[in-house]
């Protein structure tokens, strides 16, 4: 039997150390007895943005790139988005396991019962500029919630860790709902305990009080599985802001503050406003070779496209252009969907794109869907915030029950000048 060891020879010293192999890593602390000389720090491992690090053990989401699988707790997505609920996914991916009907019902009782905000929080709205983003206000109303829940900073008591959750869960669709209505000077729809999650979030969103909002069970069902779709992905950024800010034993809500932060970028969740906004610049076919070669040239990237993991096409990406479809009966089909189908075309033929295997991820459909239904481009990283809530909260609390978690304290490269001692200002040149 083969030794799962790694045996690395310093040709600086000629020394030979044996590093053991354990789950396809080297723990990185034990290129530290690698030194030149005695007093030597040791060796580092230095790999910027993380490319090849492993920054912890997670049980919930599971990815592997190449063959473009994504799975919660050991279920493939396409089998969750087609047979299951956004409320037994978060059940699933926040407690390991498919809940039981009583387990479902007592779950969605709770977030049910947990939708309302503080009305002091509709002073804190109103406080922002009517075209204010609402991811820059969804940031701001998550943070501010910490204020509210003193008791949330005992994240190391379950009932108390766990009720902070589920607020949590309840709450964003809440205040995503009214970040619009702020925008758009409406008034503050209240949730209805009578209706489904994702029913729940249109009503606040569309109702008015001059008319009764019908939620189509179509959009219901489609909005149902985006949420899916998007509930968590392993380790991408917002994810892993969700676990450094959360490793200094934060709350939950000012960790959470961080995550979103880190999703509102465009390269990130805040993509697929990007590849509206691209595919609106685009206007017509005829003009796509002009961006393709924009980008090949370097000018820019094609919004949507490439992944950090997957090297094949994102799975969730094949599931939203089916779901497209079914919307598009409803609402009208989407013009920039014609758009998007031979951008896709074009590019996967393309050898620039083909060698850096860059395919459509989640972002590339996702927005013509948020189009469709009604949804403004700046609204379209909060829909994805949403549902991402249960993946932040569930690798935060698998972070915080961690016995390896330690405070995120990476070490650094320093590249800055030598000692040298103050020089007053009549003195300096
Ligand atoms: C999400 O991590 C996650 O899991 C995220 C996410 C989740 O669920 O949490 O899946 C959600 O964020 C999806 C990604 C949404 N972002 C976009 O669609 C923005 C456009 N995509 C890229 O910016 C890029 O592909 C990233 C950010 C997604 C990934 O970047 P990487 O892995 O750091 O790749 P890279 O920037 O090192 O690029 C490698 C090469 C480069 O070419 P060379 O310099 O080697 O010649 O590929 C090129 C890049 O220029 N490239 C692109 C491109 N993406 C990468 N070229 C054109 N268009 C693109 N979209």
């Not at 354990?22 to 602390?29: F, L, N």
């Not at 956004?86 to 009907?101: K, Q």
């Not at 009583?102 to 500029?129: I, P, S, W």
Request: include cysteine.
């Amino acid at each position: 039997m083969a030794k799962p060891t790694l045996t690395v020879t310093d040709n600086r010293t000629g020394q030979s150390y044996e590093l053991p192999i354990k789950d396809g890593t080297i723990r990185a602390i034990d290129l530290r007895q690698i030194k030149e000389s005695p007093d030597d720090f040791g060796l580092m491992s230095y790999d910027p943005a993380f490319l090849n690090t492993a920054s912890c053990r997670s049980k919930i989401t599971f990815i592997d790139g190449e063959r473009g699988i994504l799975r919660y707790r050991g279920y493939p997505i396409e089998e969750l988005s087609e047979r299951s609920s956004f409320m037994e996914v978060a059940y699933l991916i926040l407690n390991g396991e498919l809940p039981t009907a009583a387990e479902l019902a007592g779950f969605t009782h709770q977030v049910v019962h947990h939708t309302l905000v503080h009305e002091n929080l509709k002073k804190l709205m109103d406080g922002f500029r009517y075209d204010s983003h609402p991811m820059a206000i969804f940031v701001s109303m998550v943070g501010a919630l910490s204020t509210f829940y003193k008791s949330s900073a005992n994240i190391f008591d379950v009932e108390k860790r766990r009720l902070q959750m589920i607020r949590l869960i309840a709450k964003v669709p809440t205040i995503a709902a009214w970040s619009y209505r702020h925008s758009v000077g409406n008034s503050y729809v209240y949730p209805r305990n009578d209706l489904s999650y994702a029913a729940n979030f249109l009503h606040m969103f569309k109702h008015l009080p001059t008319m009764t909002y019908t939620v189509h069970p179509v959009l219901e069902r489609a909005l149902d599985v985006l949420f899916i779709l998007h509930a968590d992905h392993e380790q991408n950024a917002s994810t892993s802001a969700m676990r450094g800010v959360g490793s200094s034993n934060v709350d939950p809500y000012s960790a959470m503050a961080g995550a979103a932060a880190s999703l509102y970028g465009p390269l990130h969740g805040g993509a697929n406003e990007a590849v509206l906004r691209m595919l609106t610049q685009i206007g017509t076919k005829e003009n796509i070779g002009e961006l393709i070669r924009r980008v090949k040239a370097g000018e820019g990237r094609l919004m949507g496209f490439g992944h950090r993991v997957y090297k094949s096409y994102d799975p969730r990406a094949k599931v939203i252009r089916d779901l497209a479809k079914q919307v598009f009966e409803v609402t009208g089909t989407n013009p920039l969907l014609d758009i998007a189908l031979e951008l896709e075309r074009i590019a996967l033929s393309d050898d620039y794109f083909v060698q850096r295997k860059l395919y459509p991820n989640v972002d590339f459909y996702s927005g013509l869907i948020y189009q469709a239904m009604g949804f403004p481009v700046d609204m379209f990283p909060v829909l994805f915030a949403i549902p991402r809530t249960v993946g932040w909260l569930a690798q935060w609390e698998e972070m915080i029950l961690d016995s390896d978690t330690r405070i995120y304290r990476p070490r650094q490269i320093y590249e800055g000048p030598g000692l040298r001692h103050y020089v007053p200002v009549a003195d300096r040149k």
